[in-house]
């Protein structure tokens, strides 16, 4: 549980500089734990750290409402759900793809024997879904772009656990499906030779940020905590881009057990990444992707933006200075 | 021995008066009729009763009631009997998951409880058989380590459900001598249901019948010193208790056809 | 003399009366009608009170109160009996077939060592497995329609019912065996009348753990390919994060369960009628 | 009927030689010594048996081994048996779970099975209790059920193992005459436990008493008509069985304080 | 006369003869040394055969030698020793918890109504519902470290500790409570002498359950804030779809789950000796 709280910060009111001694965030974010173990920048951290193997959507929500941890790790959907479901929190760093059309976070995995070459070609087909996940996002997100509407293609439901949509792909019970990274890789190994592939899906999902319950925004030594930690962060992000080969090895292969070629192959995949100091064109691309979710799945209307905590955005600018565009 | 969960009534007027008594004792199985009607019996401290009927009359019931083990059963009636009651069941009822030994002293709290219950399957002779399995014993062997276990705890009240039924001549006659030589040390009340009418008169300082639901007959048995069937005090009693059995006084009366014999 | 008699059950009518010896009662005594209703009961009181005074986090699990509206809204907008419906007949369907496997399997490998040979190392490794782990391999080879999800439940439901036959059969007492061998029984005979009847209670306990496995594993077969059912409705609200659905499925998991239950309880009561045993 | 899974050897030079025929028969439970050493004994088909022996003499382990349900007991020797053979075991073994009469007829397949069970369950005094549970059987009752599912088979070979143990005089009687009625009409050849040596001459061809693991003594029963005790043959024959098991003729012969019969 | 005397068994030495009338066998017999590992064997051989043909997909199910491969880099850099040893850690002490609770939990509702009355009915509840579900309450409730993890073993295991104690419980022979209530003995000698051994087939039942439950657990938990151990390394494989690193778990679960299912029949078997029944 969190210990017990600093002084009470309103979420106008200008961030800290210090924590107050003793102050632990509980990080839940290991990619980044990994990037600062290797790099040596942990040792310049002046917070306490206490981190946390968590990531993705359901598992920080659920870490967040049990108070366990203060800060995730997560895509641009989770954000959104854990407001629409009654969590109160802020986005206090986002992360981009430098080449985003090149190095897309999922591509949509075509079944074996399947004519699909471009998303306009999904017309009437039977598309994986997953309403709550990232995926189910991009897909809905992928129909926008090829002008298509829900009635147009077979929407199948089924949970992204693990590698059921490939499975799901190899087994022809779907004919498209959104495949992260790591899972193109080895389903294109597998089944490629029975004509699998994969497509582009044409819209941007580099989006990646880091979530706060507001609860935790509004602890003034949480919050300083936080501005120190987004600063580490954001140049860990960097050091990641710049150092793709000591990350690939530390997190994808030792932390991860991927081989070395896999875990090669996901770096190279993901691409470089760049930290906006300015949020602008971030949240607009967002408030696209709510407005889609808001039309296809009945959401309640919101003005993204509200979720973000633009203090940080400054924090990170000046953390920054001028190593990032 | 029973333990004083309930209400302890000491009545020491009734003193040395009965150790076992019973009035208007009613129980029924089901609506069709009642197994025992109105049974009324007193047993003196010390009296050795044996209990005669014919199968089905109610012999185990009746002692069932005195153990206080048919809660479930319907009836009326006061029962009163002493603290201290051993039960020797008509099944030898030994624990299967306990070796004979263990079986024997289960809750003897005395302190050579051990000793004691090795010594008491000496004296039922299954000396050696302490470590034994239930199931490695033949029926007349489990009958007798029920008994050890019933003799060793020093009852106020002995009820035992033909506890010779599976014994042969000798091995029962072995037995009738180790209980009369403790019921004279212990002096307890015994309730010994029986299907021998010697094996009655024999031990016994009183023998009833069961029938009908209640004591049909009530005989004293008034020969001193060594009870032999040659005595003719005992051939009339005994005459006169295969009778009320429905018995007459031989072993066997059916007429037996010449040609099976033959054949 | 000291006398125990207290008094057992009281005079019928003023006449007579009814004094036992009372003996310290060892086993549990007469059951308590409903009595499993009440421990429910204090369940609930629990949980209405823990989330009245907030002990209770709202967002962690919701108020009843809170449950019985959501509860409302679905069952107006439908999805609660649609749900219902269809995961009912996707369990029953499965615990069907689970069932009937599990027993035949059972009765294959009690009685003979060479079925046993055979089918009983495979079930304990079938069982070492996680499900969740077996489900690509069940996709593969039975697609993702309803085939695959009421196998999926019978794949859940058999490992119960055939461990505890299994080991309800070869716990028949010897003696009864020997019994039917010396009255010349058939084989068929001997299942009918011996070893069935004396390894029901062993099925039976089975079947209450058959009967909540085929609701649970709804939850994993149900994430795949379900447009609707207890299972799906519960992996989308947690996906969501919205706890009173979650909590409403919670509930009507609860009721389908300890349901099922009582009602197995009340065959097994029935069926093994002639048993004596400390709870009767 | 015990199935054909065997070798089936047909001597019909062997036909109305023997029912039964024991060789050398042994059988031990441990190391520490053999319960049978070597018994040999044949029975004539339609002979009446009778096996006397103290308690723990082997009796039922002979029962056992002639029924082939010792698989699992060291020991040699040749036994050669009918093939439809009928066990009344020692404990009655009503399997709990079935009523009687579904005890009774468990395994028969005549088209009149229930009619002939409910037929043999009034001949042994259980009429009206037909579908009553094993349970709620006295002890004698259960055991005159388990006497009546034997009977009502026509065995070849009958096997009792103490079959009328826990009844009462009269009860005993009927089933004497009963199961003697039934021998006359199908004649099996019998094998017949019992402890009481009266019952054993009454009923029995031959008694024979087992001891140290072999057949001890072997008398044949030679008295026609109606076998009493008053006769002389009777008395003679029970004084020299009673002597083989160790007893003198009398049922009791401990001396009987006299302390004990005033108390 | 028509004998049925086939040879039972073999004469010993050539004087002496052992010639037993044979009767059909209506129970397993004796049982076959080893015997379930045969049907593990011949589970072994399918995969093998079945990889080798190419009937079963390596892409699906990893042939047997590529997951010996897998297996032995994973030992090489340390990996498998280190998820064995963290998960075995937590599974031992989940175990140990929930035996206990489930048997302290099992005597108390077995041997009074009452206590039957309070603990039952929540423990149906309980089992009714899906562990993934109580997830977020318990993380609420026991945070998101080594606590959580066991606590949350020791709920999976003590249900089918509890339920099949107590059903071993209450199945005891009611004679036997008579005979020890005559015998005067005390409630805590009723307990040992009584109960426990009464209902030890029923409890050691339940512990192949719960040795089981404890390993299956794992997968759930190491979900959840994990750096090692089994649970965590398959679901880890399977996110990034890793079939073979998967494999490699199902096979140490499958190897773990035998053995010591294995070793409690072991138990069971010394334990309950004194049993003739128709597998003894
Ligand atoms: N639990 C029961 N339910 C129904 N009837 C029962 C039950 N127990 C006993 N009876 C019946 O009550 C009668 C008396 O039974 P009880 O056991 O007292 O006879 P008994 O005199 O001991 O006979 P035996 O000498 O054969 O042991 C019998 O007819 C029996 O069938
Ligand atoms: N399964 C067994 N394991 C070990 N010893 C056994 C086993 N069965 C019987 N015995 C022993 O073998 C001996 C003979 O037993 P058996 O049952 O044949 O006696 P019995 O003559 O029938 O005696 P009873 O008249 O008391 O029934 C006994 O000493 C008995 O303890
Ligand atoms: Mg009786
Ligand atoms: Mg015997």
């Known amino acids: 549980g969190g210990d017990e709280a600093g002084p009470k910060l309103e979420l106008t009111a200008a961030l800290p500089d210090k924590p107050a001694d003793g102050t632990v965030l509980r990080v839940g974010d290991p990619a980044t734990q990994v990037a600062l173990e290797t790099s040596g920048a942990i040792d310049d951290l002046d917070v306490d750290i206490e981190w946390a193997n968590i990531t993705g959507g359901p598992k920080t929500l659920e870490a967040f409402r049990a108070d366990a941890i203060d800060i995730g790790s997560v895509a641009d959907i989770p954000p959104l759900f854990a407001h629409w479901t009654g969590t109160d929190v802020r986005i206090v760093a986002a992360r981009e793809t430098v080449d985003p059309a090149a190095h897309p976070t999922y591509e949509l995995g075509v079944a074996p024997g399947v004519d699909v070459k471009s998303i306009e070609d999904l017309k009437g087909k039977k598309i994986a879904y997953s309403p709550g996940q990232a995926q189910g996002a991009l897909v809905l997100n992928v129909l926008r772009e090829a002008g298509l509407t829900q009635d147009d293609v077979e929407l199948v439901e089924m949970q992204s656990v693990d590698d059921a949509f490939s499975v799901a792909l190899a087994g022809k019970q779907v004919d498209v499906a959104p495949l992260g990274q790591t899972l193109v890789k080895t389903y294109l190994a597998k089944y490629e030779r029975d004509g699998a592939t994969t497509i582009p899906s044409g819209v941007r999902d580099d989006a990646w940020t880091l979530y706060a319950p507001t609860s935790v925004l509004e602890d003034a030594d949480k919050a300083a905590a936080i501005k120190e930690y987004v600063a580490a962060w954001a140049k860990a992000q960097l050091w990641i881009s710049d150092h793709p080969d000591e990350f690939a090895k530390a997190y994808y292969e030792d932390h991860e057990g991927l081989t070395p070629e896999d875990a090669t192959y996901v770096v190279d995949a993901l691409g470089k990444f760049t930290v906006p100091t300015n949020w602008d064109e971030f949240i607009a691309r967002h408030q696209v992707t709510v407005d889609t979710l808001v039309k296809e799945q009945q959401q309640e209307p919101l003005e993204v933006e509200t979720l973000y905590d633009r203090r940080f955005e400054k924090a990170i600018a000046a953390a920054l200075g001028g190593e990032s565009s | ?263 | ?280």
């Open chain 2, 1 to 263: 021995m029973a333990s004083h969960a309930g209400q302890l009534n000491t009545h020491p007027s009734d003193r040395r008066d009965a150790a076992v008594k019973v009035t208007d004792l009613h129980r029924s199985f089901n609506e069709a009729g009642g197994v025992l009607n109105g049974l009324d019996l007193e047993i003196a401290p010390g009296e050795f009763v044996a209990l005669l009927g014919r199968s089905g009359s109610g012999k185990s019931t009746l002692l069932r009631s005195l153990a206080g083990l048919d809660r479930g059963v319907a009836g009326t009636g006061r029962i009163e009997v002493p603290e201290k009651v051993s039960v020797v069941f008509q099944d030898s009822r030994l624990l299967p998951w306990k070796r004979i030994l263990d079986n024997v002293v289960l809750g003897l709290r005395a302190g050579d409880a051990e000793e004691r219950g090795r010594q008491a399957l000496a004296e039922v002779g299954l000396a050696g058989r302490e470590k034994a399995w239930p199931h490695e014993l033949s029926g007349g062997e489990q009958q007798r380590a029920a008994l050890a276990r019933s003799l060793v705890r020093d009852p106020e009240l002995l009820l035992a459900d033909e506890p010779f039924g599976a014994l042969d001549a000798l091995t029962r006659i072995r037995m009738h001598t180790l209980l009369r030589k403790l019921c004279e040390v212990h002096e307890p009340a015994v309730l010994l249901v029986t299907h021998d009418v010697d094996e009655a008169i024999v031990l016994a300082d009183r023998v009833i019948v069961l029938d009908g639901g209640v004591v049909r007959h009530d005989a004293r048995v008034e020969i001193d010193g060594r009870r032999s069937q040659a005595d003719p005090v005992f051939a009339r009693l005994r005459s006169q208790l295969l009778n009320e059995l429905g018995v007459e006084d031989d072993h066997d009366s059916a007429p037996r056809h010449v040609a099976r014999a033959a054949s």
């Open chain 3, 1 to 280: 003399m000291t006398t125990l008699t207290a008094p057992y059950r009281r005079a019928i009518s003023s006449e007579t009366e009814d004094v036992r010896p009372l003996r310290r009662r060892l086993g549990p005594g007469k059951p308590i009608r409903f009595g499993s209703l009440i421990g429910i009961a204090v369940l609930l009181l629990a949980w209405i009170v823990g989330s009245a005074t907030g002990l209770l986090d709202e967002r962690n699990l919701s108020a009843p109160w809170t449950v019985i509206a959501t509860g409302e809204t679905l069952i107006e907008n439908g999805r609660l009996q649609e749900s219902l419906v269809t995961s009912g007949i996707r369990a029953a369907l499965g615990l069907g077939l689970g069932v009937v496997v599990g027993l035949v399997l059972a009765l294959v490998s009690g009685l003979s060592r060479i079925g046993e040979t055979l089918i009983d190392g495979p079930v304990q490794v079938k069982r070492s497995i996680p499900t969740l782990a077996l489900i690509p391999l069940l996709l593969l080879w039975f697609g993702i329609g309803e085939p695959f999800k009421i196998l999926t439940i019978a794949l859940a439901v058999f490992v119960p019912i055939y461990i505890h036959t299994h080991n309800g059969l070869r716990t028949i007492e010897g003696r009864y065996a020997e019994l039917a061998e010396t009255l010349g029984v058939t084989r068929g005979e001997f299942i009918r009348h011996v070893v069935l009847p004396g390894a029901m209670p062993g099925f039976l306990l089975g079947l209450r753990f058959a009967v909540t496995s085929s609701l649970l594993a709804l939850v994993v077969v149900e994430v795949i390919n379900a447009t609707s059912g207890i299972g799906h409705m519960i992996t989308l609200a947690s996906n969501y994060g919205q706890t009173d659905v979650i909590v409403v499925g919670l509930v009507v998991y609860a009721l389908l369960g300890v349901t099922a239950d009582a009602v197995v309880r009340l065959i097994e009561r029935k069926a093994l009628s002639w048993r004596r045993t400390l709870a009767s």
